[in-house]
């Protein structure tokens, strides 16, 4: 089974069982690392058969790939940040740095924007999510969107938490973060799905019950992030919503992909189309 995720820690963690053969039954992965600016590309292009995205990427994939109900990243206190040189900057006609323009995170920060900067921020580019605080520090932009390791390291670089995506997202809908999903194709057939979405779970489990096996395989993929950082990554993207979205975790996902299209941000999804077959 192909399959293409990120090499940040929550991902390596969940997928390690897995990926090892530690998963009884369970399909054999051929994995690809990659961004999540990459793996998004890859999903609109329909390539691999299984694919970490942003959910923001959903409304344009929906129709060849289901989203599973588990393996991905969802959940509180976990939003991406706006960071700034300068305490309280203004953004009005500011340029900020994304690290893609389908990324959820970006979708949250439009939302926020939409409501808290009345003279609409100025320029958005796009960067290697690697390279945004250090465009910030030097004066390169006014502003950066960070995700993932970012929150905690972010005052390294002499930086500001201008706002967090997420409290504004929780603050105004209740509801928790969506960040990021695993699909698969739907022609792999409801069977194999079902299979996949067992698998996924089974190795959150394992990753659970044994967070030492997979230390090794985290630090091989997360070059020279600090062993401290990965272990408060994982700590704050592995959660209850990884094994499994339920109730509320498709209701956030539908709120956010709901308010993106009213906002002209992204197409409308169909009915249904988020339901696991």
């Known amino acids: 089974m192909r399959v293409a995720y990120s090499p940040c820690p929550n991902d390596t963690f969940v997928f390690h069982a897995w ?16 961004d999540i600016d990459v793996t998004n590309g890859m999903a609109e292009r329909g390539e691999l058969d299984v694919l970490k995205v942003s959910y923001a990427v959903l409304p344009w994939v929906l129709d060849e790939y289901a989203l599973l109900p588990c393996g991905g990243a969802l959940g509180r206190g976990c939003g991406p940040l706006v960071l700034t040189r300068e305490p309280g900057l203004d953004l009005s006609g500011r340029t900020v740095a994304v690290p893609s323009e389908r990324s959820t995170a970006y979708l949250l920060f ?42 905690f390291t972010y005052r390294e670089y002499g930086l500001h938490r201008l706002a967090d995506m997420g409290e504004h997202w929780e603050e105004t809908t209740g509801h928790p973060i969506p960040l990021g999903a695993i699909i698969a194709k739907r022609s792999l057939g409801a069977p194999v799905l079902r299979r996949l979405a067992e698998s996924a779970q089974a190795s959150v489990r394992s990753a659970w019950a044994d967070p030492g096996a997979s230390r090794e395989y985290v630090r091989a993929h997360a070059q020279e ?23 509320a975790g498709y209701a956030a996902v539908e709120a956010l992909l709901t308010r993106a299209a009213g906002e002209g941000l992204v197409p409308p999804v169909r009915p249904g189309a988020l339901a696991f077959p």
């Open 19 to 34: 990926a090892h053969g530690l998963v009884p039954g369970a399909p054999e992965l051929d994995v690809t690392f990659a």
């Open 225 to 247: 992030m600090d062993p401290a950082v990965a272990e408060q990554h994982i700590g704050l993207y592995v959660n209850p919503f990884t094994e499994d979205l339920g109730t």
């Open 110 to 151: 439009r939302l926020w924007a939409a409501r808290t900067v009345p003279g609409g921020i100025g320029e958005v580019v796009v960067l290697p999510f690697h390279e945004i605080m250090p465009a910030v520090r030097d004066g390169k932009v006014d502003a950066g969107l960070v995700i993932h390791e970012a929150r």
